[in-house]
């Protein structure tokens, strides 16, 4: 400060009222000068920011007559002289010389007081507040007493500001006015930064819920993905294939898409797509069929109407026939589709009707026996048009058959009949009550007989011809089957059921008859009467099951659903399941290809049956042809023959490796050479694609059982069976190695180098292909008496597994010979064949124990994948890598994911066994192949969907009766109007 003033103000206090002291040295030291104030002249300075230091002794002086030095010093140097007015300052000697001191000074007119208590009256003014001062110091007179601000009746802002105003040398209301607006103001700062502060704990809160909710809620998506994923799976494990696509097309939509999905997904959908059309009839339907061209379908609901639909404008119907009071009926199309046929038992008896299909005009009404017809015999009924659909027979009241020109008078055959129908333009085959059956001329006068069938033991109920008429079938109605060569009159088959016979039937080509009864359906060679397919029914309800014309599947009802059976392997191909409520009806249309079903939703539905598998060889022996693809997946050989097929399974024309049967094929790397081996071991190579004979070898009299080339087509190894492994070098003839080894597996040409690997006893030698002795080998530890049984390279070359027959794998490296990783596995029974996926971080192992391995070499541990009921042969891995797939003697190929071995897709492939080594992928992961001892090599189907899940909802929420609810499903009716145009 200037002129020496060091202090704003000197606080004078007796020690009791140091409290009060403390508050107002911060409050004079804290406040700040209002900004208008700043700069204005104040006696001999002008008015600052601050009004500090302060100066204010901590305790009372020590007794003496003199201040202390540096209290006098403080006096001296402050402006102003603050005095606390209270009955002890009034009493303290020390406050009283601070005052004297301060007036001395002449300074009398810059003491301030601040009373704090008037103590009931008492005087709390030291002595020398109330005395007056002359220029010289003296005591001059009595001063009046001094105006001071009051503690007690201002307020401590308000004393406080008085004594602040007198300081300045300002008014004390003009200075309260200010601080009360800087107080609203600070009031309101501070409520807006409470404000602030507020909404930010608000926001910080409202995030870390929100943050909260949203990991709840991508909780619970993970969740339901998950329960969608897992129940889908089970539905496709179960062959409910439209049940399975509401779940994983559900979970697809909500944000799941791997390859393990995408494959379910097109399984699954492979069941939906071949619905084509769906027709509305109003109620529910018993009855179903479509004729040979599908142009029409018939359909017969519980309302007992015949109505008519043309499938290219089925919104209405072109007739709608009322029956009759009629309780049981059966009818279809007759071969060419012209005229429906319907037998029928109601109150007007035991009838046979045919109306004409384009318009539902009677053509024919005729009255039949009933004598027979009970629960146990009802459903034997036997097609009464001949192939053409101009005549018709039947059994009249009488026993006598009625025959002849549709539209024209019956003829009458006078006898005692059961069953009689025309034979594939040969005639007409009549059965008599005591087992006769004949087969006799219509167009002939009197009927003559023109040959006689023996065998038959009793009462025949149905009757049926090949389309040739070649073969003829009858049962009885003790469930006896016969079939007979119809021009020699021989018996080819005699055998049956115990029951009554509800069906029988051939098959278009008439290699295959099945019979039915309520309780079981059986499908038998018709020449030979081996016996392909049965299967017994728990809980029958009528006609059981239908064979379609081929004779290749069998579609059975049961638990609301349509199940579509291999005949060949027994497998469940898929359900059909479009109907609200079940289905009721099913027939085959005649070209194999379509279906109709009805069902309690009043639908009709036309299928296009979708094909299990995608190609089948067969050489008519039980052995099975070979097969061999192209690296780049392009084409393949498949046949016996050698046929060159495209991807697509297309033969290409001209392409025919010979008239020798092959046993096993091979294709170069490069697809530019064929490798055919016949039955004696003799080799030809061929060119491709032009099909030009590059060369023969001599056979080696014995069974070759394996065959390949090496990775730049200068090599070609044989492996024979109980004879080592032979390496050719080609375009030389000469045998460049012969080696000893147990097992043709044992052997491995490197995918990269001009080098091979193979195992003999416990030790493995990797050889280079142009040179005499092994770049290394290695002897494994293995149990004595045990041997090599499977060598197999890493797609990049540079790792090998090695398997020993029992328990033992090995993951050697190429360069160095060097042991990597070792599995020893004690539960195993046979370790026969091993694959490494394409990255090389796993290995899948066939166990003979009905198991496999999934080995994932970077954390050295394995899985054990299990559910095969017969030993495992065969595993690999599918081209991505996304896949695995295992084939056993049980005949079923089963694909995991291979990430965590969870099994996606299982069915049998073959009646048989898969044979060992004979199952993979194609190059391009879109089929997957199969061999088995039935004489078989199939291709399947292994794409995965491609659709988005946009338009896989469309399509589901179109042609299905499912929607995902909950944690399951429920019935909603298909929407036709979703589907595309």
């Given at each position: 400060?200037?002129?020496?003033?060091?202090?704003?103000a000197?606080?004078?206090?007796?020690?009791?009222?140091?409290?009060?002291?403390?508050?107002?040295?911060?409050?004079?030291?804290?406040?700040?000068?209002?900004?208008?104030?700043?700069?204005?002249?104040?006696?001999?300075i002008?008015?600052?920011?601050?009004?500090?230091?302060?100066?204010?002794?901590?305790?009372?002086?020590?007794?003496?007559?003199?201040?202390?030095g540096?209290?006098?010093?403080?006096?001296?140097?402050?402006?102003?002289?603050?005095?606390?007015?209270?009955?002890?300052?009034?009493?303290?000697?020390?406050?009283?010389?601070?005052?004297r001191?301060?007036?001395?000074?002449?300074?009398?007119?810059?003491?301030?007081?601040?009373?704090?208590?008037?103590?009931?009256?008492?005087?709390?003014?030291?002595?020398?507040?109330?005395?007056?001062?002359?220029?010289?110091?003296?005591?001059?007179?009595?001063?009046?007493?001094?105006?001071?601000?009051?503690?007690?009746?201002?307020?401590?802002?308000?004393?406080?500001?008085?004594?602040?105003?007198?300081?300045?040398?300002?008014?004390?209301?003009?200075?309260?006015?200010?601080?009360?607006?800087?107080?609203?103001?600070?009031?309101?700062?501070?409520?807006?930064?409470?404000?602030?502060?507020?909404?930010?704990?608000?926001?910080?809160?409202?995030?870390?819920?929100?943050?909260?909710?949203?990991?709840?809620?991508?909780?619970?998506?993970?969740?339901?993905?998950?329960?969608?994923?897992?129940?889908?799976?089970?539905?496709?494990?179960?062959?409910?294939?439209?049940?399975?696509?509401a779940?994983?097309?559900?979970?697809?939509?909500?944000?799941?898409?791997?390859?393990?999905?995408?494959?379910?997904l097109?399984?699954?959908?492979?069941?939906?797509?071949?619905?084509?059309?769906?027709?509305?009839?109003?109620?529910?339907?018993?009855?179903?069929?479509?004729?040979?061209?599908?142009?029409?379908?018939?359909?017969?609901?519980?309302?007992?109407?015949?109505?008519?639909y043309?499938?290219?404008?089925?919104?209405?119907?072109?007739?709608?026939?009322?029956l009759?009071?009629?309780?049981?009926?059966?009818?279809?199309?007759?071969?060419?589709?012209?005229?429906?046929?319907l037998?029928s038992?109601?109150?007007q008896?035991?009838?046979?009707?045919?109306?004409?299909?384009?318009?539902?005009?009677?053509?024919?009404?005729?009255?039949?026996?009933?004598?027979?017809?009970?629960?146990?015999?009802?459903?034997?009924?036997?097609?009464?048009?001949?192939?053409?659909?101009?005549?018709?027979?039947?059994?009249?009241?009488?026993?006598?058959?009625?025959?002849?020109?549709?539209?024209?008078?019956l003829?009458?055959?006078?006898?005692?009949?059961?069953?009689?129908?025309y034979c594939?333009?040969?005639?007409?085959?009549?059965?008599?009550?005591?087992?006769?059956?004949?087969?006799?001329?219509?167009?002939?006068?009197?009927?003559?007989?023109?040959?006689?069938?023996?065998?038959?033991?009793?009462?025949?109920?149905?009757?049926?011809c090949?389309?040739?008429?070649?073969?003829?079938?009858?049962?009885?109605?003790?469930?006896?089957?016969?079939?007979?060569?119809?021009?020699?009159?021989?018996?080819?088959?005699?055998?049956g059921?115990?029951a009554?016979?509800?069906?029988?039937?051939?098959?278009?080509?008439?290699?295959?008859?099945?019979?039915?009864?309520?309780?079981?359906?059986?499908?038998?060679?018709?020449?030979?009467?081996?016996?392909?397919?049965?299967?017994?029914?728990?809980?029958p309800a009528?006609?059981?099951?239908?064979?379609?014309?081929?004779?290749?599947?069998?579609?059975?009802?049961?638990?609301?659903?349509?199940?579509?059976?291999?005949?060949?392997?027994?497998?469940?191909?898929?359900?059909?399941?479009?109907?609200?409520?079940?289905?009721?009806?099913?027939?085959?249309?005649?070209?194999?290809?379509?279906?109709?079903?009805?069902?309690?939703?009043?639908?009709?539905?036309?299928?296009?049956?979708?094909?299990?598998?995608?190609?089948?060889?067969?050489?008519?022996?039980?052995?099975?042809?070979?097969?061999?693809?192209?690296?780049?997946?392009?084409?393949?050989?498949?046949?016996?023959?050698?046929?060159?097929?495209?991807?697509?399974?297309?033969?290409q024309?001209g392409?025919?490796?010979?008239?020798?049967?092959?046993?096993?094929?091979?294709?170069?790397?490069?697809?530019?050479?064929?490798?055919?081996?016949?039955?004696?071991?003799?080799?030809?190579?061929?060119?491709?694609?032009?099909?030009?004979?590059?060369?023969?070898?001599?056979?080696?009299?014995?069974k070759?059982?394996?065959?390949?080339?090496?990775?730049?087509?200068?090599?070609?190894?044989?492996?024979?069976?109980?004879?080592?492994?032979?390496?050719?070098?080609?375009?030389?003839?000469?045998?460049?190695?012969?080696?000893?080894?147990?097992?043709?597996?044992?052997?491995?040409?490197?995918?990269?180098?001009?080098?091979?690997?193979?195992?003999?006893?416990?030790?493995?030698?990797?050889?280079?292909?142009?040179?005499?002795?092994?770049?290394?080998?290695?002897?494994?530890?293995?149990?004595?008496?045990?041997?090599?049984?499977?060598?197999?390279?890493?797609?990049?070359?540079?790792?090998?597994?090695?398997?020993?027959?029992?328990?033992?794998?090995?993951?050697?490296?190429?360069?160095?010979?060097?042991?990597?990783?070792r599995?020893?596995?004690?539960?195993?029974?046979?370790?026969?064949?091993?694959?490494?996926s394409?990255?090389?971080d796993?290995?899948?192992?066939?166990?003979?124990?009905?198991?496999?391995?999934?080995?994932?070499?970077p954390?050295?541990?394995?899985?054990?994948?299990?559910?095969?009921?017969?030993?495992?042969?065969?595993?690999?891995?599918?081209?991505?890598?996304?896949?695995?797939?295992?084939?056993?003697?049980?005949?079923?190929?089963?694909?995991?994911?291979?990430?965590?071995?969870?099994?996606l897709?299982?069915?049998?492939?073959?009646?048989?066994?898969?044979?060992?080594?004979?199952?993979?992928?194609?190059?391009?992961?879109?089929?997957?192949?199969?061999?088995?001892?039935?004489?078989?090599?199939?291709?399947?189907?292994?794409?995965?969907?491609?659709?988005?899940?946009?338009?896989?909802?469309?399509?589901?929420?179109?042609?299905?009766?499912?929607?995902?609810?909950?944690?399951?499903?429920?019935?909603?009716?298909?929407?036709?109007?979703?589907?595309?145009?």
């Open positions: 400060m200037p002129q020496g003033f060091r202090y704003w000197f606080i004078s206090y007796h020690h009791r009222d140091r409290r009060e002291a403390q508050w107002l040295h911060r409050y004079l030291e804290r406040y700040r000068v209002p900004r208008h104030l700043l700069g204005r002249p104040l006696h001999d002008q008015v600052p920011a601050r009004l500090a230091p302060v100066f204010r002794d901590r305790d009372e002086l020590p007794s003496s007559v003199d201040l202390g540096v209290v006098q010093q403080a006096l001296h140097q402050s402006r102003y002289l603050i005095v606390l007015c209270s009955p002890g300052a009034a009493q303290s000697r020390w406050v009283n010389e601070e005052v001191s301060f007036k001395r000074l002449g300074r009398e007119r810059n003491i301030l007081c601040l009373r704090l208590d008037s103590a009931g009256g008492q005087q709390v003014f030291p002595p020398a507040l109330l005395e007056r001062y002359d220029e010289q110091g003296e005591v001059c007179g009595r001063a009046p007493e001094p105006l001071a601000a009051d503690l007690k009746a201002d307020t401590r802002d308000g004393a406080a500001l008085k004594l602040i105003a007198g300081m300045l040398d300002i008014g004390y209301d003009e200075l309260r006015r200010r601080e009360r607006r800087r107080r609203i103001r600070n009031h309101l700062l501070a409520g807006a930064l409470g404000l602030c502060a507020a909404a930010s704990l608000f926001s910080a809160w409202h995030w870390q819920q929100a943050e909260k909710q949203e990991a709840l809620r991508t909780q619970a998506l993970q969740a339901r993905i998950e329960m969608l994923y897992r129940n889908g799976r089970e539905e496709l494990l179960a062959h409910n294939e439209a049940r399975a696509a779940y994983l097309g559900e979970a697809y939509r909500l944000g799941l898409d791997t390859p393990a999905l995408r494959f379910m097109a399984r699954a959908m492979a069941a939906v797509d071949p619905q084509q059309l769906r027709i509305r009839t109003g109620v529910p339907v018993w009855l179903a069929d479509v004729n040979a061209d599908l142009t029409r379908a018939i359909a017969i609901g519980i309302d007992v109407h015949l109505r008519g043309l499938l290219a404008q089925p919104q209405q119907p072109i007739f709608d026939l009322p009759g009071d009629v309780d049981r009926f059966f009818g279809a199309f007759g071969l060419g589709g012209r005229v429906f046929w037998e038992l109601g109150r008896g035991h009838e046979m009707r045919l109306f004409d299909a384009r318009d539902g005009r009677l053509l024919l009404r005729e009255k039949m026996n009933d004598e027979s017809l009970d629960d146990s015999d009802y459903g034997v009924s036997p097609n009464p048009l001949s192939d053409d659909e101009r005549e018709v027979v039947l059994l009249g009241p009488d026993r006598a058959l009625h025959y002849g020109a549709i539209g024209a008078s003829q009458r055959l006078a006898g005692d009949y059961s069953t009689a129908r594939g333009g040969r005639g007409l085959v009549t059965a008599a009550q005591d087992g006769r059956i004949e087969l006799r001329d219509p167009r002939r006068a009197g009927v003559p007989v023109l040959r006689r069938f023996q065998g038959l033991p009793g009462r025949a109920v149905v009757l049926d090949s389309r040739d008429g070649r073969l003829l079938a009858a049962a009885t109605h003790d469930g006896a089957v016969r079939i007979w060569d119809v021009d020699a009159a021989t018996l080819l088959m005699s055998s059921h115990n009554i016979i509800s069906d029988l039937h051939f098959s278009a080509d008439g290699q295959r008859l099945m019979t039915a009864t309520r309780a079981q359906v059986s499908i038998w060679q018709s020449r030979g009467g081996a016996l392909l397919y049965a299967e017994r029914f728990l809980d009528g006609n059981p099951a239908v064979m379609n014309p081929e004779g290749s599947m069998l579609a059975r009802i049961g638990e609301g659903r349509l199940s579509v059976v291999d005949t060949d392997s027994g497998a469940s191909l898929y359900s059909l399941d479009a109907h609200l409520g079940g289905v009721n009806a099913f027939n085959f249309a005649p070209d194999g290809q379509h279906a109709v079903s009805g069902g309690n939703d009043g639908t009709l539905v036309i299928w296009r049956l979708p094909q299990a598998a995608q190609q089948q060889y067969r050489d008519g022996t039980h052995q099975a042809p070979p097969l061999a693809f192209a690296s780049d997946g392009r084409y393949f050989v498949g046949g016996s023959q050698g046929g060159l097929y495209d991807a697509q399974g297309r033969r024309p392409f025919g490796a010979g008239a020798t049967p092959a046993l096993r094929a091979a294709l170069s790397k490069d697809g530019r050479q064929l490798a055919l081996a016949d039955e004696s071991g003799a080799l030809q190579l061929h060119s491709l694609p032009d099909d030009r004979l590059l060369d023969r070898y001599a056979g080696v009299a014995a070759v059982v394996n065959l390949g080339f090496d990775h730049s087509g200068a090599y070609l190894a044989q492996a024979i069976k109980e004879g080592g492994i032979r390496v050719l070098e080609l375009g030389t003839h000469r045998q460049r190695h012969q080696l000893a080894t147990d097992f043709s597996r044992a052997f491995a040409f490197s995918p990269r180098q001009a080098e091979f690997a193979y195992g003999s006893g416990d030790t493995l030698y990797l050889q280079p292909t142009a040179a005499d002795a092994p770049r290394w080998r290695r002897q494994l530890a293995i149990a004595p008496a045990t041997t090599i049984s499977a060598v197999v390279f890493s797609d990049d070359g540079s790792r090998l597994l090695v398997l020993a027959e029992r328990r033992w794998a090995f993951v050697i490296d190429v360069a160095s010979g060097r042991l990597l990783q599995l020893d596995h004690p539960a195993a029974v046979h370790f026969s064949m091993g694959a490494f394409r990255d090389g796993k290995i899948a192992i066939a166990d003979a124990g009905k198991t496999m391995l999934l080995w994932h070499l954390s050295r541990r394995y899985l054990t994948l299990s559910g095969h009921n017969a030993a495992v042969h065969t595993v690999a891995f599918s081209p991505d890598g996304s896949l695995l797939l295992s084939a056993a003697d049980d005949g079923r190929l089963r694909i995991w994911d291979s990430q965590d071995g969870e099994l897709y299982s069915f049998n492939a073959h009646a048989g066994s898969i044979l060992p080594f004979a199952a993979g992928f194609a190059p391009d992961g879109r089929l997957a192949y199969t061999t088995g001892s039935d004489g078989a090599t199939r291709l399947w189907p292994m794409s995965g969907e491609t659709r988005t899940p946009a338009q896989l909802q469309q399509l589901l929420r179109c042609k299905i009766a499912w929607v995902t609810a909950g944690r399951g499903l429920r019935a909603l009716e298909p929407d036709p109007r979703r589907c595309a145009p």
